[in-house]
């Protein structure tokens, strides 16, 4: 049978579309991120871009926040300028994917180190030690805690479990099920939202942002150690992030980055706490 | 149309004009009265602070860095997709013609099938789908599910389009074509679809404004960087939910509307061109149509 | 194979969709005829209503049209929906999201219906010294309705894709519950993806046949 002419560009077409598809293949990165740093001299760092404090890209594309600063600094002590590095949007929900597939060198995002993700990626650190906290309107007196949310109307960001976590623990609270925080704020400005739940220093950001309309209460109720995300069984690449963050820690520009960032919510920056993935 | 308004009143006489004027008079103050409610609301929760709005004039970077890379990505998705689903919708718009039973009724089943399933729902597995099974970068997870199920759902409508298009086509055309010892795929790609593409233009030109919308919905849902996504960085940023909403609602206005108007001319002078003797698919009738029910 | 599925309320989400689609269909039916009625009325400023209304809210993604009832109706202008119960509230604001979009389909269908009842119809009924509201009311839309069946068929059955984007601000319908289905049991993928499926084919197909069946039925013979 004779193909005609359209019947055959229809299949280039779908056979491109399959290609496409297909392609995108994954550099299965072998070897220390230390090694890759020393011979590159680039690095691929994954990082939030949306959250204001920690990681966000600014208006002019640049990016900025404690997490970003300690990208840089541990990309500093692995030799790789500031200028060579690609930063990698990570959602919370690919990390461990990202890593393993090799699609960032390590991530610097509000990473907290559980025993479940441990079973998948390497953590360094912790660099920080934040707690899940309320972010409520300056002016409420009523919301003391999670113990007072009986009845209260809390934002909750869809894949996220801080907010399921109170509400498990106090049916009471009603759920208001968004897809972003920056949807939570302007409900909570306007009184339509009572609280805005997850860890302490990403509230903290936001309330830096816009100062004198909201704070925190500051009874946080649970620990979050944000590690540094690496790649499976890279202990060298583990040994040196820790030895960066050791460094960023004694030399004060771990102190000068957090009060930085942190500093302006009236959010008291704890001490530096101790590194315990070795 | 202008002939349907017509027929419906008598031309007003000075009775009727008057009051046509207090009917018009009583609307426009029901609409000022909710105009003023918005406002006065607006103004009360300081959004209508020229903080929140100026960036949108004076700070250029508002557009460059967020919105125009935001529409970028809406015209990437849509583009793609309209690319891909065209040959797919061609291909199995003419295997819903096939008198073949085998060929046919698989087709039809198909074509079905996706039309049943709201494009949420196939963008939603299409990205698990990458994530788990595939070797697509993560970070263009997003995109591809988008597509993906844009492809498949307007892929399927597409391939009504196209049954449509060539079953609007005289008979006598397929009938010449035979006469002249034409094979049935010599007919279908030299007679047939030409002049069914001609026909289906329009309604594949609204298509598109189908599918820009539908790109809002899987990046919002999944997070692909287009440009209603934009709305929580350019809002992380200057803190002005409302402001960026209603200027992101215009731009998508003012594509859509464009989009809709090129469609409505193309129609009117293809109708206009062959005098009223080729119908053209009407473009209204595609964007919501019924799984099992003929156009 | 599928105890799973006992952990989630498949088939409450499913009922969710269907209030959903049944309050908005019917409230679109509504606010479409009237927006149809002022694209026909006699009074410039109606029509003119009329068209800018259909242009501005067909051109807008209906995800920003529900997410603009969330943040802006809701949370912005206090628009509680009449109730304090944030669930309650949310389906609410969807329902009337859904239906400022949809409406805008159901008064095209409408227009086009009115477009097909012939001239001597309304010519008939204004000789009697009939108004346009009962030229309208009495004479061409009863016909025009047995016209627009099964385009209104295929804007229901579009609707009722639609409620998947009440997940946007939170509404547990069934694409809501789907996603919550893949992220806590990944393995399940293509199962979680038909069941769903499977519930819409359920309720898309049926009513198209049905009304498909009806539109024939009731067609004006001519």
């Known amino acids: 049978m004779r193909l005609s002419r359209l019947a055959r560009a229809g299949v280039a077409v779908v056979s491109l579309a399959v290609a496409l598809t297909a392609c995108g293949s994954r550099d299965e990165g072998s070897g220390s991120l230390v090694d890759k740093a020393k011979n590159d001299k680039k690095l691929t760092i994954g990082i939030k871009f949306d959250q204001p404090g920690l990681g966000l890209q600014t208006p002019g594309g640049a990016y900025e926040g404690f997490d970003v600063e300690v990208a840089k600094y541990i990309a500093k002590e692995l030799g790789v300028d500031a200028n060579n590095i690609t930063w990698k949007q990570t959602p919370s929900s690919q990390r461990e994917d990202m890593i393993a597939n090799g699609q960032v060198d390590f991530i610097v995002a509000t990473y907290s180190i559980t025993d479940k993700r441990k079973q998948k990626v390497d953590f360094a650190g912790p660099y920080f030690i934040a707690h899940q906290d309320l972010l409520v309107r300056a002016d ?44 939570c704020l302007t409900g909570l400005e306007s009184g339509a939202i ?25 009874k946080g109720f649970s620990d979050e150690k944000y590690g540094v995300g690496l790649k499976k069984g890279d202990t060298k690449g583990r040994d040196a992030i820790n030895a960066a963050i050791q460094k960023m820690e004694t030399d004060g520009s771990w102190k000068t980055a957090a009060d930085k960032y942190f500093g302006p919510s009236g959010y008291t920056v704890p001490a530096p706490p101790a590194i315990t993935e070795k | 149309m202008s002939k349907a308004i017509s027929i419906l009143y008598d031309a007003p006489g000075p009775k009727a004009k008057q009051r046509n004027i207090l ?16 406002v006065t609301m607006l103004a009360d929760k300081h959004q209508l602070d020229a903080a929140k709005w100026k960036p949108f004039v004076t700070d250029s970077r508002v557009w460059t860095t967020y919105l125009l890379p935001g529409l970028q990505g809406t015209v990437i998705a849509a583009l793609l997709s309209v690319v891909i689903a065209l040959p797919i919708g061609a291909i199995f718009g003419i295997a819903r013609l096939s008198e073949h039973v085998w060929i046919r009724v698989p087709a039809s089943v198909v074509v079905e099938f996706f039309r049943a399933i709201p494009v949420l729902i196939l963008m939603v597995f299409a990205n698990y789908f990458f994530v788990h099974y595939s070797s697509v970068p993560l970070e263009s997870v997003a995109l591809f599910a988008i597509v993906t199920g844009l492809v498949l759902y307007n892929g399927s409508v597409l391939a009504e389009v196209v049954r449509a298009g060539i079953l609007s086509l005289p008979k006598g055309q397929a009938e010449a074509a035979a006469a002249l010892g034409m094979r049935k795929t010599q007919t279908m ?15 594949i030109v609204s298509q598109l404004v189908v599918i820009v919308k539908d790109t809002a919905l899987g990046g919002y849902i999944l997070g692909y960087a287009e440009l209603l996504t934009q709305s929580r960085t350019v809002s992380n940023a200057y803190s002005n939910t409302i ?40 473009p209204e009738m595609v964007e919501e149509q019924a799984p099992g029910m003929k156009m | 194979m599928f105890d799973f599925l006992s952990k ?54 209906l995800t920003l049209i529900i997410v603009g009832t969330l943040l802006g109706l809701s949370q912005t202008l206090g628009v509680t929906m009449g109730t304090n119960v944030l669930d309650s509230q949310n389906f609410r604001l969807a329902t009337l999201g859904l239906i400022a979009y949809t409406s805008t389909f159901v008064c095209e269908s409408i227009r086009s219906g009115i477009n097909t009842v012939p001239v001597g119809q309304a010519e008939a ?61 990944s393995d399940k993928l293509f199962l979680v993806f038909g069941v769903v499926a499977l519930g819409f084919v359920v309720l898309t197909l049926p009513t198209g046949l049905i009304l498909g069946w009806v539109a024939k039925k009731v067609a004006v013979k001519r």
Do not use: H
């Not at chain 2, 609602?249 to 009223?276: C, D, H, M, P, Y």
């Open chain 1, 140 to 183: 409420d007196k009523s919301i003391t805690g999670p113990d007072s949310l009986s009845g209260k109307k809390l934002c909750s960001v869809q894949g996220s479990t801080s907010a399921q976590k109170v509400k498990d623990k106090f049916p009471q609270v009603q759920l208001q099920n968004v897809k972003g925080y920056s949807e």
């Open chain 1, 194 to 218: 009572d609280a805005l739940t997850t860890d302490d220093t990403i509230l903290a950001g936001y309330a830096a942002q816009q100062p004198g309309k909201f704070k925190l209460v500051g």
């Open chain 2, 23 to 38: 009917y018009s008079i009583v609307f426009v103050l029901a609409l000022a009265a909710v105009a003023w409610w918005i």
């Open chain 2, 189 to 203: 790609t030299l007679i047939q679809l030409p002049q069914a593409v001609t026909a289906m233009l329009p309604a």
């Open chain 2, 243 to 282: 402001p960026t909403l209603v200027f992101i609602a215009l731009v998508f206005i003012v594509v859509n509307f464009a989009l809709s108007q090129l469609a409505s001319w193309l129609e009117n002078k293809l109708r206009n061109r062959t005098k009223g003797n080729r119908t053209t698919v009407n």
């Open chain 3, 8 to 61: 989630y309320d498949v088939l409450g989400a499913f009922w969710v969709t269907v209030q959903l689609t049944l309050y908005a269909a019917l409230g679109s039916l509504i606010w479409g005829t009237i927006l149809a009625g002022f694209r026909v009325s006699p009074v410039p400023l109606l029509r003119a209503f009329g068209t800018a209304y259909i242009n501005i809210v067909r051109n807008t993604p």
């Open chain 3, 125 to 185: 009924a204004r000789a009697l010294g009939l108004g346009f509201g009962q030229v309208l009311g009495v004479i061409v839309l009863p016909q025009a309705f047995r016209s627009v069946i099964a385009p209104l068929a295929s804007v229901l059955i579009a609707l009722t894709k639609n409620t998947t984007v009440a997940s946007a601000i939170g509404v547990a319908e069934a694409s809501f519950v789907m996603n919550n289905m893949i992220e806590n049991e």
